[in-house]
T-cell receptor, first 114, second 112 residues
Framework: DAGVIQSPRHEVTEMGQEVTLRCKPISGHNSLFWYRQTMMRGLELLIY????????DSGMPEDRFSAKMPNASFSTLKIQPSEPRDSAVYFC????????????FGPGTRLTVL | SQQGEEDPQALSIQEGENATMNCSYKTSINNLQWYRQNSGRGLVHLIL?????REKHSGRLRVTLDTSKKSSSLLITASRAADTASYFC????????????FGRGTSLIVHP
């Protein structure tokens, strides 16, 4: 299995631009998580999907952030418009039995907003 | 607020020594997990320990759980330079929620 796949691995953009991060979970996993990691705030859960349905998005910072999971094998996290404070590493993770189960993390997308 | 908090924040040891990291949490849990993160990489799952378990082993890793003290420890025996990484505990948010929360991690440096 290829594991969780994220793209792009690095993204540099200018303030105000739209950013789209992509994730392909492990086949057969029914739960998907988006996290953001910064030095200041550590690892924060942004949103959690179960069977393609958003279950908890209380961690989404504000309306500029949105996430979708149109099918079991693909999810996107979009930031529009982006701001410098959004600079972070964004991780996608998936699990087979829900949030209390082992999560498998992707390699992350390092986002820099200038 | 975060459920799990690791202690110490940083740990520096020599190869061959044992490394002990602790995790404290606030509300009752069903399980607790430990993850490792190498620099520039995603987190990798190490061990899951359930609330009815007190100790679990995996290779050179030993995890204990004390639900009465709401704490867990991760012991790495005979450490190697390759163990250099950040280590995180993950617990459920509590209050019936299974949403996982991670602490800030312990940064371990093992000097060869």
């Amino acid at each position: 299995d290829a594991g969780v796949i994220q793209s792009p691995r690095h993204e540099v953009t200018e303030m105000g631009q739209e950013v789209t991060l992509r994730c392909k979970p492990i086949s057969g996993h029914n739960s998907l998580f988006w996290y953001r990691q910064t030095m200041m705030r550590g690892l924060e859960l942004l949103i959690y999907f179960n069977n393609n349905v958003p279950i908890d998005d209380s961690g989404m910072p504000e309306d500029r952030f949105s996430a979708k999971m149109p099918n079991a094998s693909f999810s996107t996290l979009k930031i529009q418009p982006s701001e410098p404070r959004d600079s972070a590493v964004y991780f996608c993770a998936s699990s087979s039995l829900g949030p209390a189960d082992t999560q498998y993390f992707g390699p992350g997308t390092r986002l820099t907003v200038l | 607020s975060q459920q799990g908090e690791e202690d110490p924040q940083a740990l520096s040891i020599q190869e061959g020594e044992n490394a002990t990291m602790n995790c404290s949490y606030k509300t009752s849990i069903n399980n607790l997990q430990w993850y490792r993160q190498n620099s520039g990489r995603g987190l990798v799952h190490l061990i899951l320990i359930r609330s009815n378990e007190r100790e679990k082993h995996s290779g050179r890793l030993r995890v204990t759980l004390d639900t009465s003290k709401k704490s867990s420890s991760l012991l790495i025996t005979a450490s190697r330079a390759a163990d250099t990484a950040s280590y995180f505990c993950a617990t459920e948010a509590g209050g019936g929620s299974y949403i996982p929360t991670f602490g800030r991690g312990t940064s371990l440096i093992v000097h060869p």
